[in-house]
């Protein structure tokens, strides 16, 4: 099946990714975690369009880690422990944190931030 346009020109790696070069540039913050393997939790702020999810997916590509997404307008508490119960189960069995990006993540309430504490 045919991607749509946008999904075929997403940069796939941080050499084509346009921008903050502060974060992922040479020698940059963000780029030395993701050479070292070592990548905290974050928050990635802006409005739309501006690459937040393609990050993501590219850390996730680098680091060879499964990839997780919620909408946190669609998803719920249940939502939230069904992923990272997934998470911990496949960790015995992968290398690699995965990572778990929710989109809109300022639309959760209090009740599901908080069932995102132990994860963090």
Known sequence: M????????RPQ???EYIGQEHLVGKGAILRRMIDAGQISSFILWGPPGVGKTTLAKIISNQLDVPFYTLSAIHSGVKDVRDVI??????????SGRPILFIDEIHRFNKSQQDS???AV
């Open 2 to 9: 045919l991607q749509p346009l946008a999904e075929r020109l």
């Open 116 to 118: 995102l504490l132990g």
């Open 13 to 15: 790696n941080l050499d």
């Open 85 to 94: 119960e997934k998470c911990k189960s496949n960790r015995m069995f992968q």
